[in-house]
């Protein structure tokens, strides 16, 4: 019971702020209204990106590109991230989709027998590095840009780096003896057979095009919750009243409490992360938990007026490097059955999003000198 009053007390709490703020029947239609615009004009929009880069990957992994691009990668793994090469297949079939595929390629014992446990259970933090990548970079582009997605996921591949060398120490550091232990033991070794395709050429564009754009509508439909539910609060507490400085109950009216208490810090975000605005921190916290729902806010952030290219570059680099990791690295290492580790994960991913986000900052500068 306790519990129970607890939250109901931060419900009350929350709406009887914003209540007492936009009056009561406009805080409802803007909730309402808002979460109407941002399903038909944000929501389809992502929707059908996910779709097309859906069916792009799987006729990426259907023609073996997938593979060429992880044989080409395999080389910098070791040096970079301290992993074996066969970690490449995570990053790129990640970015292709969503995190929490990396979990599905470390169940596979064939895949985990290249680790040792502390390289293993890292995985966690580096699959979420490049998480819906291809969808942020494709989305960004759709806005008008182009080199500032680019720059952005440099920064998420710094950030990936930071993340995954820190939950390496960090594992390593609770559990020495995970350093030389095997992930799996494999009870017999099994060559890797190439498969032999009898389908029409035609017939497996088809069906690939097909099966990864149903994937796509998967993903889509997944992304729902989030963008309705977080975005909606995020708008309502980061944009202001109308034009005439009232509340109307039109979509996308708020108090501007999250703008109030960033810009107290604002002097901070700027020299860190250039953001000439306080409103854009909205994105970054909403990447905490959605990266999605983080997506959302870029149309409306632009017609404010309040982005600019080294703003795309941060985002793009902290929303690829978070990716929504609050809401699923803790079932990602359950999954993988290290469930103690989830804090110090954590942890790791929060510092090398800060770090993928600076760099991107810093890099864009770098090349606006050139631009």
């Excluded at 702020?17 to 004009?41: F, I, R």
């Excluded at 009898?198 to 097909?210: C, E, H, T």
């Excluded at 009216?253 to 860190?272: H, S, V």
């Amino acid at each position: 019971m306790p519990s129970g009053i607890v939250c109901l007390f931060i419900i009350f709490l929350l709406f009887g702020y914003l209540g007492s703020k936009m009056g009561t029947a406009n805080m409802l239609n803007t909730v309402m209204n808002t979460a109407h615009d941002l399903l038909l004009n944000t929501v389809f929009y992502l929707m059908a990106i996910c779709v097309i880069t859906g069916a792009l990957g799987k006729v990426f992994v259907e023609f073996g590109v997938v593979k060429m691009f992880e044989k080409l990668l395999r080389p910098l793994m070791k040096p970079l991230f301290n992993l074996p090469g066969v970690a490449s297949l995570g990053a790129v079939v990640t970015f292709l989709s969503d995190n929490p595929a990396i979990i599905s390629l470390a169940q596979d014992k064939r895949f985990a027998s290249y680790f040792k446990k502390y390289q293993y259970i890292s995985l966690t933090n580096f699959g979420t590095a490049f998480g819906m990548g291809l969808l942020v970079i494709v989305f960004m582009i759709g806005q008008g840009f182009f080199v500032e997605p680019l720059v952005g996921f440099v920064g998420a591949m710094i950030g990936c780096l930071v993340s995954t060398r820190l939950m390496q120490r960090s594992v390593i550091k609770a559990y020495p003896n995970y350093q030389y232990e095997p992930a799996v033991v494999m009870q017999e070794e099994k060559k890797e057979e190439d498969l032999e395709y009898r389908k029409p050429l035609f017939q497996r564009i088809l069906d690939s095009l097909l099966d990864g754009g149903r994937t796509g509508v998967d993903v889509g439909l997944a992304i729902i919750p989030g963008v309705l539910i977080i975005s909606t609060l995020v708008m309502v507490i980061t944009f202001g009243p109308s034009a005439s400085g009232t509340y109307t109950g039109a979509a996308y009216e708020g108090t501007e409490l999250l703008p109030t208490l960033a810009g107290k810090f604002n002097f901070i975000f700027e020299w860190l992360f250039g953001f000439t605005d306080p409103h854009l921190m909205a994105f970054p916290i909403t990447a905490l938990g959605a990266v999605g729902a983080a997506l959302g806010l870029v149309p409306n952030f632009i017609e404010a007026g309040w982005v600019d290219g080294n703003a795309i570059a941060v985002f793009t680099a902290i929303g690829m490097c978070w990716s929504g990791y609050l809401s699923t690295h803790t079932a990602m290492l359950d999954t993988l059955g290290y469930r103690s580790l989830t804090s110090k994960a954590i942890v790791a991913h929060t510092i090398g999003g800060i770090v993928a986000a600076i760099s991107a900052h810093w890099l864009y500068m770098l090349v606006a000198m050139f631009m």
